[in-house]
């Protein structure tokens, strides 16, 4: 499977930016329709720093650090029998901007049950929670980078931003690449979803690059009789000027 | 060379708790790293606490921040031996993570040891990343320490930032071995974040 390639459909005007900066594909700090940026986001510019300092290795994290069923969502907290809700697979891989698969990635993931209700106690939707549902998870990358992980599909849900405001159904990625550079916290989100057009979450990325947070439906990796799959890859910063160690 | 796209940076958003840090807030999940980056107990003699709050645009403190923490050890050497679970097993670990949502001032507090210098130009600092909702992407910074006056000066890093925002940058020490560092996201004393 190769990763995604978006090609720009046209030059994205990031405001602020000059035509001749490289266009970067994340979401500005400041971007107002997500109302919480406002008094949240940094105003001043960020200090450009020394290749050095993103280079800084990241820790690693060993095999000991992972329970046997970590990366089954459907399995790692049933009290008296299995969550509610379609069971399915995301998988992909964690790759570098050059292409370079990246092994031994920590890779977490939290997100809604089929309901759209996180077990976070801050949380007020009025949705059941699952008795054998947490909705966390975390592995390893292997030595190629890949990564797979079984849950069940979340659901949508309402959140304060504005009048009848819904999230679109995603789940959420933290990365710890090798290094400094490389930490991402993001979210993926399923194909079609009629929801994008109304989240200024999903909005908030340059629209050449939205594509890139929605996973692609595999058939081949569909499990027969079993659970529907989804590929989603991770591209973190490459490393194009520095030798690989 | 292939340049593949760049995977978009999402907010943590408000339910990062139980998946990231459930430890420390009570969920029935392990947590890999907490609040303490050193074994507590062979480094009690040079434990330091680190504390401080992230503060909003209005001045008011972060309740669903999560900061993590990466600094090397007493000789300045980041740790290159894989994090183990349980971690007791291993001294210094080096790398934290907490979320602020766990104490009524949305105070953070890491204890640790303090850093060496990483480099002849280097003061002692930690590197500080930085989550929360309302914040589409990784904020970085670092903290470095009042009480190394010296080492500070003749920081790198620390030079090129504008002498009148440096001291976003360095912890203040409330009593001995207790440094506070706030960030503040906005405002005329705004922390220094680094373009990454
Ligand atoms: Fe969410």
């Known amino acids: ?245 | 060379m292939t340049t593949l796209p760049i995977t978009p940076s999402q907010t943590v958003g408000p339910f990062f708790a139980y998946g990231l840090t459930a430890h420390q807030y009570g969920y029935d999940f392990n947590s890999l790293v907490e609040g303490e980056l050193v074994n507590p107990i062979v480094h009690s003699a040079e434990l330091i606490y680190v504390s401080g709050q992230i503060l909003d645009g209005n001045g008011q403190p972060v309740s669903d921040a999560m900061i993590e923490c990466w600094q090397a050890d007493g000789q300045g050497q980041y740790n290159t031996q894989p994090i183990a679970y349980p971690t007791d097993q291993s001294s210094f670990i080096g790398f934290g993570r907490l979320g602020t949502g766990t104490t009524r001032t949305n105070q953070f507090t890491f204890t640790t040891i303090k850093p060496g210098a990483t480099a002849p130009d280097s003061a002692p600092h930690i590197n500080v990343i930085l989550f929360l909702r309302g914040s589409l992407r990784t904020l970085y910074t670092r903290l470095y320490f009042a009480d190394e006056p010296e080492a500070n000066e003749q920081d790198a890093l620390l030079r090129s930032v504008e002498p009148e925002r440096r001291t976003t940058l360095i912890a203040t020490k409330s009593k001995d071995g207790h440094y506070q560092f706030n960030i503040r996201l906005q405002g005329s004393d705004e922390t220094v974040f680094f373009d990454l």
């Not at chain 1, 940026?37 to 450009?48: D, E, G």
């Not at chain 1, 970590?70 to 995301?90: F, H, M, S, V, Y």
């Not at chain 1, 030595?143 to 949508?156: C, L, Q, V, W």
């Not at chain 1, 979210?187 to 929801?195: A, E, I, S, V």
């Open chain 1, 1 to 245: 499977m190769e990763p995604n390639i978006v090609e720009p459909d046209k030059p994205a005007t990031h405001s602020g930016l000059s035509p001749s900066v490289p266009l970067s594909n994340h979401p500005l700090h400041l971007s107002p329709e997500y109302k919480s940026t406002i008094l949240r986001s940094p105003t001043r510019p960020l200090m450009l720093v020394p290749d050095q300092m993103k280079n800084l290795r990241m820790p690693v994290f060993g095999d000991s650090c992972l329970g046997a069923l970590d990366n089954d969502l459907t399995k790692n907290a049933r009290k008296n029998g299995e969550p509610i809700g379609e069971r399915i697979k995301i998988a992909g891989r964690v790759l570098d901007a050059s292409g370079r698969p990246l092994p031994n990635v920590l890779v977490e993931i939290w997100q809604a049950n089929a309901a759209g209700r996180y077990i976070h106690k801050a949380e007020i939707h009025d949705a059941p929670l699952d008795p054998n549902f947490l909705g966390a998870g975390r592995l390893l990358t292997d030595a190629e980078g890949r990564y797979s992980f079984y849950t069940i599909k979340p659901g949508a849900y309402p959140w304060g931003n504005h009048y009848n405001a819904w999230r679109p159904n995603h789940i959420h990625f933290s990365v710890i690449g090798p290094h400094l550079d490389q930490r991402l916290i993001t979210q993926m989100y399923f194909p079609g979803d009629p929801l994008f057009a109304y989240d200024p979450i999903f909005q908030s990325v340059p629209k050449h690059a939205r594509e890139l947070l929605i996973a692609k439906f595999s058939m081949d990796w569909t499990e027969p009789e079993f659970a529907l799959a989804y590929e989603f890859n991770i591209v973190l910063n490459g490393r194009n000027q520095t030798p690989f160690e």
